[in-house]
């Protein structure tokens, strides 16, 4: 079973700009697709970026579209949220999910790191 740990969070300036790393455990991370999202205090959790087992293709949804990137290293078992031109309604818990290639849910997540960006 893959165990997903995040990094990078951290507090940022508005317009600053971040990078974010979910270290995943096992030698079964190319299996996975891969996904972030955020959960800002007191709102629902929030889809903001996946990626294919493979890297080859990325999808966002249109309020981060541009301002976030997505990539993964499956050699470093790793995948990344570069996260720019921050704004204050940004600032979350940002989580990395792994789901099958084969399909379902996402049924791993990691613990989450905070980004805070300050106006």
């Known amino acids: 079973q893959v165990q997903l740990v995040e990094s990078g969070g951290g507090l940022v300036q508005t317009g600053g700009s971040l990078r974010l790393s979910c270290a995943a455990s096992?030698?079964?991370?190319?299996?996975?697709?891969m996904g972030w999202f955020r959960q800002a205090p007191g709102k629902e959790r929030e889809f903001v970026a996946a990626?294919?087992?493979?890297?080859?293709?990325?999808y966002y949804p249109d309020s981060v579209k541009g301002r976030f990137t997505i990539s993964r290293d499956n050699a470093k078992n790793t995948v990344y949220l570069q996260v720019n031109s921050l704004n204050p309604e940004d600032t979350a818990v940002y989580y990395c999910a792994a789901i099958p290639r084969a399909g379902g849910q996402y049924e791993i997540w990691g613990q989450g790191t905070l980004v805070t960006v300050s106006s």
């Open positions: 990626i294919t087992w493979s890297g080859g293709t990325t």
């Open positions: 096992g030698r079964t991370f190319s299996i996975y697709h």
